[in-house]
């Protein structure tokens, strides 16, 4: 049987989109049983008015269990904390001070269950100036300084795919962890607030490194002579990423792969500092070398050489790379949604991402019957303070 660490953990989600949702798949793919709260009928925002075939909304939740309830409702909440002590981890990544007014703050639950884990994702923080602005990934981007980082001197520009949002949600997944494990130690409640902002540092704190020792802010280019790194074209229209850092084996590597064991003994390139200050003159020449032959001429040199490289690939091309499935990486859905499993194995397996995205409301009936009767459930059902389908 495939071993999945946080197996018999209960997780209850009050969260929506993707900062706070990435990291519960997560955890819910490493055996963790997550519940997702949502409003009824149309269940959470992400979901595109598509219920359960929106593939964003497969991607980050599929295994988890749908509860609809009408959090405006007193009865609604009500409910919510007669779930509260069934489990053992609460997340939310309402605004400040949201979940809080509705009485389902920390200390609310603490109240419920004295040792659970509750944890809060924001934009930016649950105080201080910025507290109450909403926040999406293009904001943790902009503000965290990404588009400066990755963009050129003077010309910011919106990135092809979201960051901030998915490292926010590894973030808030290892806080819980680290917090289960805290509690596992002391028994004690845990409160772990982290938010997009912040979560963001973890991507720019090489960028705030360089600032320190260039003495000015960085950008896209700026690491690229302390990497001694390039990106080059071959004559088949591919693309080549290559990385020697500071090491002069690799160095020497590459000249020989290009056949240019010469630039060895050149005094502009033949240390480390010296290709740092001459960078901008080795680049065209990698480059040239590059651009007479195809690309599988240049992967044989390259990895018999052993210098440090990778083929550019598309999202398409990674999915269909024979190390990402001889890594088992990805779960194929059956209209061929990749679902990307956790990175990480357990004894050589990979947990798999087990389930489906549920329905809107799917479980909501069978999760209220642990703390309600029949005749309960059917008159919240009734009143539209739970919503269930039960197709």
């Given at each position: 049987?495939?071993?999945?660490?946080?197996?018999?953990?209960?997780?209850?989600?009050?969260?929506?989109?993707?900062?706070?949702?990435?990291?519960?798949?997560?955890?819910?793919?490493?055996?963790?049983?997550?519940?997702?709260?949502?409003?009824?009928?149309?269940?959470?925002?992400?979901?595109?008015?598509?219920?359960?075939?929106?593939?964003?909304?497969?991607?980050?939740?599929?295994?988890k269990?749908?509860?609809?309830?009408d959090l405006?409702?007193e009865?609604?909440?009500?409910?919510?904390?007669?779930?509260?002590?069934?489990?053992?981890?609460?997340?939310?990544n309402?605004?400040?001070?949201?979940?809080?007014?509705?009485?389902?703050?920390?200390?609310?639950?603490?109240?419920?269950?004295?040792?659970?884990?509750?944890?809060?994702?924001?934009?930016?923080?649950?105080?201080?100036?910025?507290?109450?602005?909403?926040?999406?990934?293009?904001?943790?981007?902009?503000?965290?300084?990404?588009?400066?980082l990755?963009?050129?001197?003077?010309?910011?520009?919106?990135?092809?795919?979201?960051?901030?949002?998915l490292?926010?949600?590894?973030?808030?997944?290892?806080?819980?962890?680290?917090?289960?494990?805290?509690?596992?130690?002391?028994?004690?409640?845990?409160?772990?607030?982290?938010?997009?902002?912040?979560?963001?540092?973890?991507?720019?704190?090489?960028?705030?490194?360089?600032?320190?020792?260039?003495?000015?802010?960085?950008?896209?280019?700026?690491?690229?002579?302390?990497?001694?790194?390039?990106?080059?074209?071959?004559?088949?229209?591919?693309?080549?990423?290559?990385?020697?850092?500071?090491?002069?084996?690799f160095?020497?590597?590459?000249?020989?792969?290009i056949?240019?064991?010469?630039?060895?003994?050149?005094?502009?390139?033949?240390?480390?500092?010296?290709?740092?200050v001459?960078?901008?003159?080795?680049?065209?020449?990698?480059?040239?070398?590059?651009?007479?032959?195809?690309?599988?001429?240049?992967?044989?040199?390259?990895?018999?050489?052993?210098?440090?490289?990778?083929?550019?690939?598309?999202?398409?091309?990674?999915?269909?790379?024979e190390?990402?499935?001889?890594?088992?990486?990805?779960?194929?859905?059956?209209?061929?949604?990749?679902?990307?499993?956790?990175?990480?194995s357990?004894?050589?397996?990979?947990?798999?991402?087990?389930?489906?995205?549920p329905?809107?409301?799917?479980?909501?009936?069978?999760?209220?019957?642990?703390?309600?009767?029949?005749?309960?459930?059917?008159?919240?059902?009734?009143?539209?303070?739970?919503?269930?389908?039960?197709?």
């Amino acid at each position: 049987m495939q071993h999945k660490p946080l197996e018999g953990i209960r997780i209850l989600e009050l969260g929506g989109y993707i900062s706070l949702p990435y990291g519960t798949s997560i955890l819910c793919a490493l055996g963790a049983e997550v519940v997702k709260l949502e409003r009824p009928v149309h269940g959470e925002d992400f979901r595109r008015q598509a219920n359960d075939t929106s593939p964003y909304f497969r991607q980050y939740n599929t295994g988890k269990r749908s509860v609809s309830v009408d959090l405006k409702s007193e009865a609604g909440v009500d409910f919510v904390k007669k779930l509260v002590p069934n489990f053992d981890v609460v997340l939310e990544n309402m605004r400040p001070g949201k979940v809080v007014g509705l009485g389902l703050g920390p200390d609310a639950c603490r109240a419920l269950r004295s040792d659970v884990v509750y944890g809060s994702v924001t934009g930016f923080g649950a105080s201080g100036p910025l507290a109450d602005r909403p926040a999406y990934d293009t904001i943790g981007q902009a503000f965290g300084g990404l588009y400066s980082l990755f963009g050129d001197q003077g010309r910011p520009q919106l990135a092809g795919g979201i960051s901030a949002d998915l490292v926010t949600g590894l973030t808030c997944a290892m806080g819980v962890l680290a917090a289960l494990v805290g509690r596992l130690r002391t028994g004690r409640s845990q409160h772990l607030e982290t938010s997009i902002m912040e979560a963001v540092s973890t991507l720019t704190i090489d960028g705030i490194t360089q600032a320190f020792e260039l003495g000015q802010d960085p950008t896209r280019t700026s690491r690229h002579p302390q990497a001694q790194n390039f990106c080059v074209p071959t004559s088949s229209g591919e693309f080549l990423a290559i990385h020697l850092s500071s090491s002069q084996k690799f160095w020497a590597s590459l000249c020989r792969a290009i056949g240019r064991v010469d630039l060895t003994e050149d005094e502009r390139f033949a240390t480390y500092a010296a290709r740092v200050v001459n960078f901008s003159d080795l680049v065209p020449i990698v480059e040239a070398r590059f651009a007479e032959h195809p690309n599988d001429y240049w992967q044989k040199l390259l990895t018999e050489e052993d210098v440090p490289f990778a083929p550019v690939l598309t999202m398409s091309g990674y999915l269909e790379n024979e190390q990402v499935e001889h890594l088992n990486l990805i779960d194929r859905e059956p209209d061929g949604l990749a679902l990307v499993r956790p990175p990480w194995s357990f004894d050589g397996e990979r947990p798999e991402r087990t389930g489906r995205a549920p329905r809107v409301g799917a479980d909501t009936r069978e999760i209220a019957l642990e703390v309600l009767s029949d005749d309960q459930v059917d008159d919240l059902l009734s009143r539209g303070v739970l919503y269930a389908d039960e197709a």
